[in-house]
């Protein structure tokens, strides 16, 4: 699944937003070699039948993730 970023230019642009992009992954792997756009494409992983979120490290490990949002401080 790649998804695409790019940086904030200006100061007043106060959010920061990456698109992501559901390919089959095949696909992926096409677009990801071929970087067809003027940003960075990455791949950042699969869907799966299994629920839930999951990180799979350099050797393989399989860690189910918590999932959590943004807080935002006003301090």
């Not at 999951?54 to 807080?71: C, F, M, N, S, Y």
Request: no cysteine; glycine share 6%; aromatic share 8%.
């Amino acid at each position: 699944m790649p998804t695409a970023h790019r940086p904030s230019t200006t100061p007043w642009d106060g959010e920061d937003f990456e698109l992501i992009l559901a390919v089959p992954p095949k696909e992926a792997e096409r677009i990801i070699a071929d970087q067809p756009l003027d940003i960075p494409l990455t791949d950042v992983g699969r869907f799966t039948t299994e629920p839930g979120l999951w990180q799979i490290d350099d050797h393989g490990a399989r860690t189910k993730l918590v999932p959590r949002g943004w807080e935002h401080r006003f301090d």
